[in-house]
Nanobody, 115 residues
């Protein structure tokens, strides 16, 4: 019903920046919440940053001050802006949307940060 596709992942040196893109069918403006999770090897999937339809944003302490989220409703896209990347940011990043209590996920995109 809801399709999400991430892009923009890759390899970057510590201190660098990267922008991830999540393309949707244009349903983001109708969602209850939107944002990003990540999962590192051997760890549970964790919330990175999520914004509700009212504009309230929840940010993980580990990325606070370094990551931000933006949206382009006309394109049905959301973006994760990642700055001052650290090796511990290495993970698969997943686009996330909730609608009427249901969760929708992208396929994930790999981000690798080298020291």
């Amino acid at each position: 019903q809801v399709q999400l596709v991430e892009s923009g992942g890759g390899s970057v040196q510590a201190g660098g920046s990267l922008r991830l893109t999540c393309d949707s069918k244009g349903t983001i403006s109708l969602a209850n919440a939107m944002g990003w999770y990540r999962q590192a090897p051997g760890k549970q999937r964790e919330l990175v940053i999520v914004m509700t339809s009212s504009g309230e944003t929840t940010v993980a302490d580990s990325v606070k001050g370094r990551f931000t989220i933006s949206e382009d409703p006309a394109k049905g896209a959301q973006y994760l802006h990642m700055n001052n990347l650290k090796p511990e940011d290495t993970a698969v990043y997943y686009c996330y949307v909730t609608k009427h209590g249901n969760e929708f996920w992208g396929q994930g995109t790999q981000v690798t940060v080298s020291s």
